[in-house]
């Protein structure tokens, strides 16, 4: 089992930039797959970035190609999401999820944190 605790949301101006880490807890990080979701108001949530156990393989959504870089420090046991070129539209609350290796990009996640809020003003 694996605990997670996001941290690095807050507020951002269109076009700016922030990271968010991911802190997990518990036992064997590098053996799961990591990634960061996303869910706005009243919208469905979105995964937006995965990494594998050792960070070479990576999903990115269309919405955030070559804008969000996901990253992973197995020796830290955190995983990171830089999301540069912020547009209003990526504001949502954002989830560090992991999953044991073996389930594809898109099923579900079994495990969670608590979620950080990312706001971006235009």
């Known amino acids: 089992q694996v605990q997670l605790v996001e941290s690095g949301g807050g507020l951002a101006y269109a076009g700016g930039s922030l990271r968010l880490s991911c802190a997990a807890s518990?036992?064997?990080?590098?053996?799961?797959?990591m990634a960061w979701l996303r869910q706005a108001p009243g919208k469905e949530r979105e995964l937006v970035a995965g990494?594998?156990?050792?960070?070479?393989?990576?999903y990115y959504a269309d919405s955030v190609k070559d804008r969000f870089t996901i990253s992973r420090d197995n020796a830290k046991n955190t995983v990171y999401l830089q999301m540069n070129s912020l547009k209003p539209e990526d504001t949502a609350v954002y989830y560090c999820a992991a999953n044991p290796p073996g389930r594809r990009w898109l099923d579900e996640y079994d495990y969670w944190g608590q979620g950080t809020q990312v706001t971006v003003s235009s």
């Open positions: 518990g036992r064997s990080f590098s053996n799961y797959v």
């Open positions: 990494v594998s156990r050792s960070g070479i393989t990576t």
